[in-house]
């Protein structure tokens, strides 16, 4: 069973920048994506940017686009999200996640779960 954990979260003016970190660990799959989501309160959970660990591809959400990127260590076994250009609709807890195969948008696919770290967007 793989377990996730991520970190970075905290309190960031608008403009700013946080670098989300989590890390893996246990069995893993042969082929997978790993991905990171985002919920506030009352909303629905939603996909962020998602990366194939072997390829290198990455998607995004267009909310996302041009001002985060994730990218993968395999040496720890880490996957990272950059986030520039902070805005306050950016606020809410980000979560990784892992599934076997491609890479996809909906939560439902994704088979493993970090415990979110809280991302706070001030204006």
């Known amino acids: 069973q793989v377990q996730l954990v991520e970190s970075g979260g905290g309190l960031v003016q608008a403009g700013g920048s946080l670098r989300l970190s989590c890390a893996a660990s246990?069995?893993?799959?042969?082929?997978?994506?790993m991905g990171w989501f985002r919920q506030a309160p009352r909303l629905e959970r939603e996909f962020v940017a998602g990366?194939?660990?072997?390829?290198?591809?990455?998607a995004y959400a267009d909310s996302v686009q041009g001002r985060f990127t994730i990218s993968r260590d395999d040496a720890r076994n880490s996957v990272y999200l950059q986030m520039n250009s902070l805005k306050p609709e950016d606020t809410a807890v980000y979560y990784c996640?892992?599934?076997?195969?491609?890479?996809?948008?909906?939560?439902?696919?994704?088979?493993?779960w970090g415990q979110g770290t809280q991302v706070t967007v001030s204006s």
């Open positions: 246990g069995r893993t799959f042969s082929n997978y994506a």
């Open positions: 996640a892992v599934r076997g195969g491609k890479i996809v948008y909906s939560p439902s696919a994704y088979d493993t």
């Open positions: 990366i194939n660990w072997y390829s290198g591809g990455t």
